[in-house]
């Protein structure tokens, strides 16, 4: 290359060959975009490609989960001969029943999941033992277990357990149960019987509680959602609830969904955040380059030479991050299978899912090329003379220079967002509060400079100093206020969002149970279990109820009632029109709730049904006294008139049901009784579980225990998977703050350098450091305490519907810690300052 270079611009080939002469192998100056990029990408490349993997595996799967192509399911009876011949005229019928139920070795009580299945069963796929065998049915006599049930037990595989005295033979551990997704939340391990045994056993004797669950394998080409339509129009009345392949496990699709959504804008605030410390490094770098970029000018290099080679520097480095933070994305992705494999379905193993990597690759090079632009393009815009002369008068107006660049990025990400949503109104709303705080950070950016600038000046040199470094020439003071806001605002949002999942888990997991539930008790043998209960444990109290399920099959003023059925979604706060509750009569207004519209029944009442309403779904649905409800039980339509409102005590685990009927519109259907038993203190548990089992083999006994510690660990699993999603955004912000930092660090050579000649020491120096980002920090602990609040709030409340419970003194312990931290990065990156040497640095400039 001659000594000075042509006018004309110089091709790719040619800039590649000089910035890959100056581009360390190690990236040196350029660590700090690897970080944020790999930390970003890296985040969006792993979310994407467990939601992508989870949502195809329930949409691939969802025929072998669904254990067909349409599930029919009723409560407290059997399809009736009439309505099995209308079902088998759709396709390949496959029935059983599913209901609570009591195994005993010996003195060794255990509640299980009874699944009893037909010969047809499974329709899809095949159930896998821990033998490698692969079968169907149990034969008659014997049972397939699940290893917990095997362990609480305390038995092996050939032994043999009691169910409501009925002896059954353990022909087989269970290692892979094809629908076991497809059945929900269990209150025991899962026993797998043949069709008959529930019946031969006393089980589904009318008034107990079991579903009867019906699959339906179509022919080829069968619409399932048309096929419900079909069934729904031909069973009006007959208390089935429907569900096909494409929602085989409706709870963990609604799971996926807001989780999913919830990790996607978590992956994108950390790239928002990691773009800012993309400027900021970028800014480092090319400062650190000033004068060599002033000497290629000199040279002849057009401006365009040197976007090209800075251009090219900075795609090598946005790559070598990006296509790290994927490889990570795809590395973890086994790891995420292991832990989420028994609550999800998630393919072992390396997932590759291309749209879900090009889509994080986008976003990466996206926001590094939005936050790189402004640096960049002023190093292209000046001449080498103000290049040369940038120490003592700043480069300005970079941003009217890098509109059109950051502009474009902006839309194009705008674009590629909104195009992937799952939700796009959480997501719109998600980009304009980001470009909305951007926007509200860089003017407060504004207003702090020019606050400074008119405020009185201190008596104290070093603050006066402080003050002035926020408003001098070339004072960083904007990026550092959007830096410091962001990051600051991601340790608010963390401990609000930790806070708040750890009260909601103490709330919604009630301190006060009984100790024993008791379900299926025969209502003539209500005196005798009372009687056992004393005589083992005297003193205990006992609650009693009657147990139904049904379903709300209309509801409003009489004449003019809104059927469920033609509700298009159910109101939010409305969970209890769907599907089928537990319903219950009482002439007596119930233990722990209190009437706050209306009046009770008198307890002779014979009138007209009437029902008491829980007041939250009363407001969700807009009930009014006098208006009616009706109910399907057991294939039947039964009507009330509302006669009161009830707050209910959710948070004890006793009897508490949204519905609660008059006598007189409930007692003559088929039922059992329901009940809770609460022991004295130092009762002792081991004499009255056997005494009830034997008493009352049909029914189930569950310790309530065991119970809270299944919903204990489900709700910490949840907060778990929630937290460390927050957590990215943390890592963000703290790379934000070095990015800042770092940026800041550079502009502050030549006045560190200055005050050394002046005489200024270097105790002196670090507390103008400290007081400059003290007074920063400060001032934007108010403005990150409000941001990180609100977002976490939208996420609690908006997303995931649990409560806003943050513990504030947490709250504002963590915000000063990352107040501490600020105060400690700044110093830390202070000391390289402090041991510059003035005279080299003044030959420098």
Not at 534 to 545: C, D, I, L, N, S
Not at 703 to 726: D, K
């Amino acid at each position: 290359m001659s000594s000075v270079l042509p006018q004309t611009a110089v091709n790719w080939s040619t800039a590649w060959t000089i910035a890959r002469r100056d581009l360390s192998a190690r990236f040196r100056g350029l660590r700090l975009l690897l970080a944020c990029l790999f930390l970003g990408v890296g985040a969006l490349a792993a979310i994407g490609t467990l939601t992508g993997a989870i949502e195809r595996e329930l949409k691939d799967r969802g025929q072998t989960i669904l254990g067909g192509d349409v599930q029919v399911e009723v409560w407290q009876r059997a399809a009736t001969p009439a309505e099995r011949t209308e079902l088998e005229k759709f396709g390949q019928l496959s029935g059983g029943t599913r209901l609570q139920a009591m195994a005993a070795n010996g003195e060794l009580a255990v509640p299980v999941e009874l699944k009893a299945v037909d010969a047809a069963w499974p329709l899809v796929g095949r159930l896998t033992l821990s033998d490698g065998r692969k079968v169907g049915a149990p034969a008659p006599g014997t049972a397939w277990v699940s290893p917990d049930a095997l362990a609480r037990l305390e038995l092996a595989a050939g032994g043999s357990f009691v169910i409501s005295g009925q002896t059954l033979q353990i022909a087989g551990v269970i290692a892979d149960e094809p629908d076991r997704l497809s059945e929900g939340f269990a209150l025991g391990p899962t026993v797998i019987v043949s069709a008959d045994f529930p019946a031969k056993a006393g089980l589904t004797t009318p008034g107990a509680m079991f579903r009867s669950k019906y699959r339906l394998l179509l022919p080829l080409g069968t619409d399932p959602v048309a096929t419900i339509d079909t069934l729904k129009e031909r069973f009006p009345t007959s208390g089935f609830t429907y569900r096909q392949r494409d929602r085989a496990a409706p709870g963990a699709d609604r799971f996926v969904s807001r989780m999913g959504e919830f990790l996607v804008l978590v992956g994108l605030t950390a790239m928002a955040i990691a773009g800012i410390g993309i400027g900021g490094g970028v800014s480092s770098y090319l400062e650190a380059r000033r004068n060599g970029i002033a000497t290629l000018k000199v040279l002849g290099a057009t401006s365009t030479d040197i976007t090209r080679i800075y251009l090219l520097q900075l795609l090598a480095a946005a790559l070598a991050g990006s296509l790290a933070g994927l490889a990570a994305g795809i590395m973890v992705m086994p790891l995420l299978g292991q832990a989420l494999g028994a609550l999800l379905p998630v393919a072992p193993g390396l997932v590759f899912d291309w749209a879900a990597l090009a889509r994080a690759s986008a976003y990466g090079l996206l926001v590094g090329l939005v936050f790189a632009a402004p640096p960049l393009l002023a190093a292209r815009r000046f001449p080498a003379l103000a290049l040369m002369r940038a120490k003592v008068n700043p480069l300005s107006g970079q941003w009217r220079e890098a509109a059109w660049p950051v502009g474009l990025g902006f839309a194009a990400i705008i674009v590629l967002t909104l195009a992937s949503a799952a939700q796009l109104p959480v997501t719109a709303g998600f980009l304009a509060g980001a470009l909305v705080v951007l926007g509200l950070l860089g003017l407060l950016g504004w207003a702090l400079r020019n606050l400074a600038a008119r405020v009185p000046r201190p008596q104290r040199p070093l603050l006066r100093l402080a003050l002035s470094n926020l408003h001098r020439p070339g004072a960083q003071t904007g990026a550092l206020v959007t830096a410091l806001g962001f990051g600051l605002s991601a340790f608010v949002l963390l401990a609000a969002i930790q806070t708040s999942l750890e009260a909601n888990i103490a709330s919604r997991v009630p301190q006060r149970a009984p100790d024993y539930f008791m379900l299926d008790l025969p209502r003539e043998g209500a005196a005798k279990m009372e009687q056992i209960v004393q005589t083992a444990a005297p003193g205990a109290k006992v609650r009693q109820v009657p147990a139904l399920r049904g379903a709300i099959l209309a509801y409003g003023p009489e004449g003019a009632m809104t059927r469920v059925a033609d509700l298009k979604e159910i109101p939010e706060g409305a969970w209890p029109l769907r599907g089928e509750r537990g319903l219950t009569y009482s002439a007596t207004v119930p233990e722990g709730n209190v009437v706050t519209a209306g009046q009770w029944w008198p307890k002779d009442y014979r009138g007209e049904p009437l029902v008491s309403v829980d007041e939250e779904l009363a407001q969700a649905i807009d009930l009014k006294i006098g208006d009616m409800i009706t109910i399907g039980v057991l294939g039947v339509e039964r009507s009330a008139r509302i006669a009161s409102f009830r707050r209910i005590e959710w948070d004890t685990m006793g009897f508490n049901y949204v519905l609660v009927f008059s006598p007189n519109t409930l007692a003559d259907a088929p039922h059992n009784l329901a009940a809770t038993i609460d022991l004295p203190p130092g009762a002792s548990r081991t004499a009255l579980l056997p005494q009830l089992l034997r008493a009352f083999p049909s029914s189930s006994v569950i310790e309530v225990g065991g119970v809270l510690q299944q919903a204990r660990t489900l709700l910490n699993q949840v907060s778990t998977a929630i937290l460390a999603a927050a957590s990215v955004a943390v890592l963000a912000g703290i790379a934000v703050l070095l990015g800042a930092i770092a940026a800041a660090r550079a502009s502050r050579l030549y006045d560190n350098v200055v005050l050394r000649v002046l005489g200024a020491s270097r105790r002196q120096l670090l507390l103008l450091q400290v007081a400059e980002y003290g007074l920063l920090a400060l001032l934007l602990a108010g403005v990150a305490l409000a941001l990180g609040s609100a977002i976490g709030w939208l996420v609690i409340v908006q997303l995931f519907e649990f409560d806003w419970l943050p513990n504030w003194p947490q709250v504002l312990a963590v915000l000063g810690a990352g107040l501490a931290m600020t105060v400690a990065f700044a110093l830390a990156g202070s000391l390289p300052l402090l041991r510059a040497k003035p005279a080299q640095a003044l030959r420098e400039l």
